[in-house]
């Protein structure tokens, strides 16, 4: 039995509030040997004061050492395992353009390209096109039809581009037309059985686009990779019998949040409005996902002073939400972005879980130090949305 | 290769002696924020001292969040996944009244019931008899006899009874007969492949049944639930290697022991007995599982002083069992249930094993929050039985 047949088979119905509070990347590095992560240098009295009244850990987003991206971070947190469910690279770049992704959808990331006469590619990013150009090109593609598919074209910067296919029985097992290589000609695409009609689609659509675009050098041509196919995972509505709201301001954690279910808010610029929004959701839904992203930034920009002061800004959030009194608050974040790396990372990211039913621990200010002394301990972050869950009192007995 | 493939292959002889002491729903949760729990306000002199002499940690008895019956805490405790191994509710109302549950056997929890003239149900559970009727009806079915299967008919209480059909090739992908509303007929029994010809019995049962009780309002039908068979797990004795004995006062911790191949010391009603047949049994056997229920019942009255005393009366045992010197000595719950939530809980459970090899830790005396900083850490109690073996010299090495 896999983890989300026994939760679902386990749901109970109830009225609780729960708040999923993510700060990107919030786990960090000190910078000295011995020295603070951002986290701990920050000013946190209200993080710290939920540390205390919950209980804490760190979360391990896939498994120890590696490293995940924003999808598999996310989807671990919504109680996934992030490897079972793949998001492939044409479904992330629609949904980092907010495309709403559906059920019978194949995506792929595209360029243009520019080709000679004998069909060869002369530059494999077409002179790096203004974003507006692309936006053009996309839309004089947009008047290609095939029968027995729907065909979305998006811009989304520069030569970059998505293909979204959607139609009944598509496959994704269809290789890349980039050639990766200059001087060649974009391949064909080939599709392994089951995707064969859906390659056919695609090398229509070529055709078409390529007789479209013959007369714009450099942006003459184009090149399909990372088909994917939306990744069927069930609801957290069907899982968990939560009525789920995302409130979050960038694309991609819109999209990841309709992937599994969220309704979401649009036109949220900062936190405050997602704060008001939480406020004005509060009756409708039952499971908050609040994103944060200043925390990711900073810590990719290496800026480890802008990394405190985001944490900060985000502490004088914990106020309101607490306000609200959630049945279940949690503070987490999808991965680690140390200012130092100057990216993501694999280290554990500090966690914290205030409700009713927690037990104490000896955890007095929430960091990355403290919460290795949580209740939590060390967890894997698939598991988090069951405690959510049972500490909402969501969850039935297994077995009797 | 699975944990009990592996386990499995590891065996060593060694006479060495093992002692699980399962104190049933021993976790705990304190009534005020930032309180003790039961465990950390009882008064226990002998279990710190063992905390002391041996490692500690919180078991987690399936994953984060989920609550386990006693079914699945149990199978744990024994070194079982309770995700591979379920326990069918038929099986289990059977082994709560202690019968002995084989490998061929496929039982369901029944109810007498009462139907009008035109055979629909008028009252699901025939006015609750009572027991004595229950006894006095379940006999006069005893009588039924079909070719090829043993039947077995045992009252349990009020309109409960328990039919265990013994046989050759019988499934369990039986329906429910209960149509679960009052004013219908009882369902016919259809197998599933695999499972018609006991459907087919089923039949034969009811349909006999029917004319047996028919004069016998308002216990003049029944309906049969939860058709469930043996589980199949492998023993203790294949799996690890022990002569496994139970020391168990209530019927459904006896047929759990049962069900995975460990003898069971009938009539025993009280701690002292349960003692003084781990005496006699000593020499006998060499893996000892001793249940104790009464911080698991004090727990679900809600009765936090109660449950203190439980475990201060459990306390006393501990001198006892360590004079006989045991080479392993767990003590630990098969769940949590605090008596602030009056039932069972996701909780994870104070443990503790003491062994000559055990590699000391901070820990200095038996709680919940102390255990947290165990040498076993949180761990997953089906890794439980390894470390006993392990601790035992009861385990080789795996690979050169």
Redesign the interface.
């Known amino acids: ?1 896999t ?1 989300l047949e ?1 939760v679902k088979s ?1 749901q109970e119905p109830n009225d609780t509030k729960i708040v999923l509070l993510v700060a990107d990347g919030l786990g960090g590095l000190p910078v000295e040997p011995g020295g603070r992560t951002e986290l701990e240098t920050a000013n946190t009295p209200h993080l710290d004061q939920a540390a205390r ?1 919950g209980v804490c850990g760190l979360s391990i987003p896939v498994l120890p050492g590696i490293t995940p991206g924003s999808g598999p971070g996310h989807l671990a947190l919504f109680g996934y395992d992030p490897l079972d469910y793949q998001i492939g690279r044409g479904i992330l770049e629609a949904l980092g353009i907010g495309f709403p992704i559906g059920p019978k959808d194949v995506a792929a990331r595209d360029n243009f390209c520019t080709v000679d006469e004998q069909g060869r590619i002369t530059d494999r990013r077409a002179g790096r096109p203004s974003t507006e150009r692309c936006a053009e090109m996309v839309n004089k593609l947009r008047q290609i039809r095939i029968p027995s598919v729907e065909i979305f074209v998006e811009p989304v910067r520069e030569h970059r581009f998505v293909l979204v296919l959607r139609g009944e029985g598509l496959g994704d097992e269809v290789n890349d037309t980039d050639p990766q290589q200059e001087g060649k000609p974009p391949l064909p695409a080939l599709g392994r059985p089951g995707s064969e009609r859906t390659a056919g689609i695609v090398n229509q659509f070529v055709a078409r686009a390529a007789e479209i675009l013959r007369d714009h050098a450099p942006t003459n041509m184009l090149t399909l990779r990372g088909f994917s196919r939306h990744p069927g995972i069930p609801t957290l509505q069907e899982v968990y019998g939560v009525k789920p709201v995302a409130l979050a301001v960038y694309p991609m954690y819109k999209g990841l949040a309709r992937l599994v279910g969220m309704d979401v808010v649009d036109g949220l610029q900062t936190l405050d409005e997602q704060l008001a929004a939480l406020e004005q959701a509060w009756n409708k839904y039952d499971f908050f996902f609040l994103h944060y992203k200043y925390t990711d930034s900073t810590g990719e920009d290496g800026n480890f002073q802008a990394k405190v002061k985001a944490i900060e800004a985000l502490d004088t959030a914990i106020p309101r939400i607490r306000a609200r009194k959630p049945d279940v608050l949690i503070v987490t974040g999808d991965h680690s972005t140390p200012s130092k790396l100057r990216s993501h990372s694999w280290h554990p990211v500090p966690t914290l879980l205030v409700a009713d ?1 927690c ?4 955890v007095n200010s929430f960091g990355e130090s403290a919460c290795l ?7 894997q972050a698939k ?9 909402a009192r969501r ?6």
């Open positions: 039995m983890q026994l386990l009244d039913t037990r104490p621990d000896h002394q949580g209740g939590l301990g060390l967890f598991h988090l949305m069951l405690l959510a869950l049972a500490h969850l039935g007995k297994f077995g009797a």
